[in-house]
């Protein structure tokens, strides 16, 4: 039995994201289990899912604290209550203070639907179309004291289609998000990342190699 580290999963909506990791966790060659899933929102859908899949799921609301650092303050004790090693944020509508990131350093991660650096911030697939990009796509990266600002550990692409809405660009990079949010999640919790400076190293096969992806104008 490989040694599994235990996931903390902040959520804040429907938590798809969650549910990728939760699929992936199930594999017993996965190197993660996910320990807890905390919501700042009662009604995440996502809270749901932490159940369905027999995980402890906790509601945080940030109304309830008098600030940012007393609310990060109890979200670390909580998630130290469930001995969590790694925090991945999926679909977490609130920004983390040093409170917080001093507390997991090197071990929280987001998934953000752009290629970044490119469209930090709220609805980026809108920010993609609005700007008219041919390529847009999904980042994992590490999480720091800015916006979306982190290391990057891993990015997928995917065209812009005709006829795209905000939807139906969304939901193309959401597939795409839960292919590579566990992917750097086994990556961490094989001591296959390395930062240095603000560049992350993988040491594991590229997923894709020799491949440009084109967009209008793919190769047949
Ligand atoms: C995803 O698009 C993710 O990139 C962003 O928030 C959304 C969460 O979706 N950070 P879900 O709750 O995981 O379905």
């Not at 017993?28 to 009662?42: G, I, K, L, M």
Request: hydrophobic share 45%; charged share 20%.
């Amino acid at each position: 039995m490989i040694e599994k580290k235990r996931l903390g999963v902040l959520v804040s909506g429907s938590g798809t994201n969650l549910q990728a990791l939760l699929d992936a966790c199930a594999a017993p060659d996965f190197p993660a289990r996910v320990a807890v899933v905390v919501s700042n929102v009662p009604a995440a859908f996502a809270l749901e899912r932490a159940r369905r899949a027999e995980v402890a799921a906790e509601v945080l609301e940030h109304k309830a604290f008098v600030d940012r650092a007393a609310f990060d303050t109890a979200l670390v004790s909580r998630l130290r209550a469930h001995q969590v090693e790694i925090v991945c944020l999926a679909g977490f509508m609130r920004l983390l203070g040093s409170a917080f990131l001093d507390a997991f350093p090197g071990r929280i991660l987001n998934i953000h639907p752009t290629l970044l650096p490119a469209f930090p911030g709220l609805h980026g697939p809108r920010q993609s179309l609005a700007h008219g990009v041919k390529i847009a796509g999904c980042t994992v990266h590490f999480v720091d004291a800015g916006l979306d600002s982190g290391p990057i550990i891993v990015q997928a692409a995917v065209p812009v289609l005709p006829g795209d809405d905000e939807d139906r660009l969304a939901a193309r990079i959401l597939e795409e998000e839960h292919r590579i949010y566990p992917l750097a999640v086994r990556w961490l919790c094989e001591g296959r990342i390395s930062v240095h400076q603000r560049t992350a190293r993988i040491d594991a096969e590229p997923v894709v190699e020799g491949h440009a992806l084109r967009n209008p104008g793919r190769p047949r």
